[in-house]
Nanobody
């Protein structure tokens, strides 16, 4: 069992930055692939970024590539999402998720993740 708690969301102007954190507790954090997803009102949950268990591999949605950076600190059992050059369309609830059985084919699929945090709201004003 893994518990995930996100923090760092808030209100920011377009062009600004935020850093989200996701603190994990429970089973060994370093064994899980970690992902970030987001969900805007009336829309489906969408993939944002994923990082391998070691931190050596990352992958991003096209919509955030070059603006967002996912990282992790296994010693602190925390995964981060640095968000720069934010746009109003980035407004959503952001969730972190953990998976012990992910593959390249499924890493963007929410159902492939075993554990989820409660989410943190990010609002970008124009």
């Amino acid at each position: 069992q893994v518990q995930l708690v996100e923090s760092g969301g808030g209100l920011v102007q377009a062009g600004g930055s935020l850093r989200l954190s996701c603190a994990a507790s429970g089973r060994p954090f370093s064994s899980y692939v970690m992902g970030w997803f987001r969900q805007a009102p009336g829309k489906e949950r969408e993939f944002v970024a994923v990082i391998s268990s070691s931190g050596g591999g990352t992958y991003y949605a096209d919509s955030v590539k070059g603006r967002f950076t996912i990282s992790r600190d296994n010693a602190k059992t925390t995964v981060y999402l640095q968000m720069n050059s934010l746009k109003p369309e980035d407004t959503a609830v952001y969730y972190c998720a953990a998976s012990g059985r992910i593959s390249i084919a499924t890493m963007k699929v929410p159902s492939a993740y075993d554990y989820w945090g409660q989410g943190t709201q990010v609002t970008v004003s124009s």
